[in-house]
């Protein structure tokens, strides 16, 4: 496992993870793992907590061999077809009880997106997970906390799923 990354070429990712800490406002532990999925060549997380480790690949597929039970993963979708091209694979990585966050370019920030947090969520829904979280990421970056319905997280995958890839 690779150190943290560091950027600190990018004022805005080094004062967003300053005021709060990005690691922290995504739920990662001492301990814990996270799965940067397709993130930008600027992107990066900054101080993670003690023992914290995370791997970075660059389709939803390279993710399978990386997610722990106890994983958070953060994608990064530019486009609504990117987004529901990867979440049945996503979903499926994540389950029962790790968490995925779902990010895509902030309009705020200045950057165009078919995506919005209700695109995110709508597709979620369907296939039976939730939100329990909405945050900026970044100066760049949105992101919804996707997690599976509690009654969907037993011990085989949910129906939801059949006929996705």
């Not at 907590?49 to 389709?59: H, L, N, Q, Y």
């Not at 990064?76 to 990585?93: K, N, Q, T, V």
């Not at 200045?110 to 909405?134: E, M, P, Q, W």
């Not at 949105?142 to 037993?154: D, F």
Request: charged letters at 20%; one cysteine or more.
């Amino acid at each position: 496992m690779a150190p943290a990354p560091v950027n600190p070429t990018n004022p805005d990712v080094v004062a967003a993870d300053a005021a709060v800490g990005t690691a922290k406002k995504l739920g990662i532990k001492d301990g814990g793992h996270l799965v940067l999925v397709r993130p930008s060549k600027e992107w990066s997380v900054c101080a993670l907590p003690p023992s914290a480790t995370f791997d970075v690949v660059r389709t939803a597929a390279g993710a399978r061999r990386r997610v722990r039970p106890d994983s958070v993963v953060l994608a990064f979708f530019r486009s609504a077809a990117e987004y529901e091209a990867d979440l049945p694979a996503l979903a499926r990585l994540i389950f029962p009880g790790a968490s995925l966050w779902a990010a895509w370019p902030r309009r705020a920030g200045g950057h165009v997106s078919d995506l919005t947090d209700n695109t995110i969520r709508d597709f979620a829904l369907r296939l039976g997970l939730v939100d329990n979280k909405v945050a900026a990421i970044d100066a760049d970056w949105s992101g919804l906390r996707l997690v599976w319905r509690q009654e969907l997280r037993g011990t085989e995958l949910p129906a939801t799923l059949m006929g996705y890839p």
